[in-house]
């Protein structure tokens, strides 16, 4: 099946090889051009092609799955929950179905996995360029905000997805329905490498990230209000009001 794909054999116009989680999800600082919004590569060593996305996740993005990062227990397989009534979660039995390796997985290489924690800030408030006409990054609130996430602890989240596979052994009712797993890392490059093993050698969607301050999560704070932060760096801030908690997507 794979094999009849076309665009795995080299030629000039198929599409570019990764091997590696840096070359599936780049880096990418505030002053970089923005890329195409999606485009196909291919990991010849898994023989799959991979449709990569780039655009920037909103709030109904994140609401979507909000039921996965708020009550999933990590590498735990579940079918989304109905609107209403609003059901427990019901866990995807692995043990009697397998999760389906996709031809083609999609990976949504959004800001939470795209960001580095080195990013470049523009905006200085601190005054720190003499010369009014200077555009470019501020240097000193680059370095001092690029120190302070090296030294704050954060979660990112990753929503992988696949269907469950049809099994004539089983019943139907639930055969080919999309399913879905939290993964919980400690940095960028490890979520991006889960990101490049779910997709390549698993056949697996990634379809949301987002990253959280590490204490200041769903699972620490059930009944907190969630707000987006717009930075990276604004999560190594403390917090303002500990009533909510600050997420970056
Ligand atoms: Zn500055």
Redesign the pocket.
């Known amino acids: 099946m794979l094999d009849s794909f076309p665009s795995l054999i080299d030629s000039a116009d198929s599409p570019e090889a990764v091997s590696n989680p840096t070359e599936l999800i780049p880096v990418r600082y505030s002053g970089d051009p923005i890329p195409d919004i999606g485009r196909m590569v291919r990991m010849p060593l898994f023989k799959r092609c991979i449709f990569i996305t780039l655009s920037r996740a909103y709030r109904a993005d994140f609401e979507e799955y909000l039921w996965l990062i708020e009550r999933g227990t990590p590498e735990t397989w579940y079918f989304k929950p109905q609107k209403q009534p609003l059901r427990d979660l019901e866990v995807f039995d692995s043990s009697m179905r397998q999760p389906t390796m996709l031809d083609t997985p999609r990976v949504w290489a959004s800001a939470a996995l795209t960001t580095p924690t080195d990013d470049d800030i523009y905006d ?1 408030m ?1 005054g ?1 360029s003499l010369d009014q006409e200077y555009i470019g990054a ?1 240097h ?2 680059t370095d001092e905000k690029s120190e302070a996430l090296d030294n704050t602890d954060l979660v990112y989240y990753a929503i992988v997805s696949t269907n469950s596979q049809h099994s004539p052994m089983y019943g139907s009712n639930k055969e080919g329905k999309q399913i879905y797993k939290l993964i919980r890392c400690g940095s960028r490059e490890s979520a991006a490498a889960e990101a490049f093993y779910h997709a390549g050698v698993r056949g697996c969607s990634i379809v949301f990230s987002c990253v959280f301050r590490f204490g200041e999560t769903p699972d620490d704070k059930p009944k907190a209000v969630v707000e987006r932060v717009d930075e990276l760096w604004k999560l190594a801030e403390e917090a303002e009001d500990n009533s909510k908690i600050r997420v970056f997507y």
Do not use: S, Y
Request: aromatic share 0%.
């Open positions: 200085c601190a720190h501020c000193q609130c």
